[in-house]
């Protein structure tokens, strides 16, 4: 990964650490949700199949 894709990894999981610590229980729902989908997109034997 470049540093361009880090910062926007970085910023995506300070958006969602916010909505963990501060949202209510469909903001952490969400939160988590969100964090699977971008660390699924990463690994390489299931961004084939989204």
Sequence with gaps: MDQATL????????????AWKYGGS?????????GAVAVARRTPYV????
């Design 7 to 18: 910062m926007k990894y970085g910023i995506a999981a300070a958006v969602l650490f916010a």
């Design 26 to 34: 469909m903001g952490k729902a969400a939160a988590v949700a969100v």
């Design 47 to 50: 961004k084939e199949v989204l």
